[in-house]
């Protein structure tokens, strides 16, 4: 089974801070991706990549910036944080074949107050 | 770009059979996929459709017409623990990759 890992389930914090998300997946997969998903709006795509060192910007990137080091690992940073930030994120991997499905990590909702 | 619309919320009874439509505009389709979320949890990957047909595993199954921009979950013989929001998603070829869009989701809830 795929599992991919999130650093935490919750997390507070103030705004204005630097706050850094981590996400492991353990199959080897290419594709990586980060959401978030707020009631009424479903699941909104922040960024994604397709290998290591790659990233591209998805429909709502402002605010946020990622990082993929390593194949396995794919981190979400908030810069500075601000209260309409406050949100469940979560994180994705699939391999590169068409009919293979994304496999969610567990998510991070994070609040900022 | 990429459309998905879904209603936002159905009701159906325990033991009952109930269809949850999608409907999709998209250049360079390559699939759909369904997805359950309950709530608080992550999406899990229900059923993939790239050809036009009914697809079924056991209680669920997912139907696609391509030409038409359609397909629909059946979930039969409901229980409790199907209450969920159930996730549509396109998979088209973009940007040197697939990539993947969801609608809003609907919000299925069984009652007694």
């Known amino acids: 089974d795929v599992k991919v890992t999130q650093s935490s389930r919750y997390l507070v914090k103030r705004t204005g801070e630097k706050v850094f998300l981590e996400c492991v997946q353990d199959?080897?997969?290419?594709?990586m991706f980060w959401y978030r998903q707020d009631p009424g709006l479903g699941l909104r795509l922040i960024y994604f990549?397709?290998?290591?060192?790659?990233?591209e910007k998805g429909d709502i990137p402002e605010g946020y910036s990622v990082s993929r080091e390593k194949k396995e690992r794919f981190s979400l940073i908030l810069e500075s944080t601000s209260t309409n930030q406050t949100s469940m994120y979560l994180c994705?991997?699939?391999?590169?074949?068409?009919?293979?499905?994304?496999?969610f990590g567990d998510g991070t909702r994070l609040s900022i107050l | 770009g990429q459309n998905i619309d879904q209603p936002t919320e159905m009701t159906a009874t325990e033991g009952a059979i109930v269809q949850i439509n999608c409907t999709y505009q998209?250049?360079?389709?390559?699939?759909l996929f369904w997805y359950q979320q309950h709530a608080g949890e992550a999406p899990t990957f229900l059923s993939y459709?790239?050809?036009?047909g009914l697809e079924e595993k056991g209680r669920f199954s997912s139907f696609l017409s391509r030409s038409k921009g359609y397909s629909y979950l059946l979930l039969k013989e409901l229980q409790m623990k199907d209450s969920a929001s159930y996730l549509c998603?396109?998979?088209?070829?973009?940007?040197?990759?697939?990539?993947?869009?969801f609608g809003k989701g609907t919000k299925l809830s069984v009652i007694p």
């Open positions: 994705a991997s699939r391999s590169r074949q068409r009919n293979q499905p994304q496999h």
């Open positions: 199959m080897d997969h290419e594709n």
């Open positions: 990549s397709y290998d290591v060192k790659m990233k």
């Open positions: 998209t250049s360079g389709f390559n699939g």
């Open positions: 459709n790239v050809l036009d």
């Open positions: 998603a396109v998979i088209y070829s973009g940007a040197g990759s697939y990539q993947l869009t």
